[in-house]
């Protein structure tokens, strides 16, 4: 299967999705990584890796719809079994997440449907959780409530800090999100 990577920053979760398949732990192919800011460091890891990237901004775009649109001529242009959405921070329209219907997927640092948006672990903190991860969902209208796919787990540990707690939740995502891909890969 062909997967289109969209990101909007540092990129880990899709190198870590890069490095799985070059381990051939992950029978599938990178088509193209696409981001929505210009200077995303995870542009150079995939040029790097021979991805091809592309970069459309959203700020060069009227309103999101406009945005959406191009976006959506430029996945198709790759063919992608499925769009995957790594650290990429825009909302994405009804019309978008339609066309994509079953094949949009997203990772949500948090157990969800506990802490959906933003600054996950700011809150699983001041809400005295126990216990803290990150999900992989496929994407629907509603923000970070689509179905399921995998989900993993870490402790919160007492006094801790937004960044430790984000930092091992980290780690886990860069696990969490290859084998999500795995098992949807093998079910269909
Ligand atoms: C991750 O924590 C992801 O769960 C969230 O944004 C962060 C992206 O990090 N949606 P990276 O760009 O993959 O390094």
Redesign the pocket.
Known sequence: PKLVIL??????????IVKAIQANELDAEVAAVISNCPN???LKFAQQSDIATRTLDHKNFASREAFDEQLMKLIDSFTPDYVV?????RILSAGFVKHYANKLI????SLLPKFKGMHTHKRAIEAGEKEHG?TVHFVTEELDAGPVILQAKVPVLENDTEEAL?AR??IE?HKLYPDALRLLIQQN
């Open positions: 990101i909007s920053g540092r990129g880990s979760n899709m190198q870590s995303a460091a995870g959405l790594a650290g990429f921070m997203n990772i949500h640092p990150a984000a939740v980290l995502e």
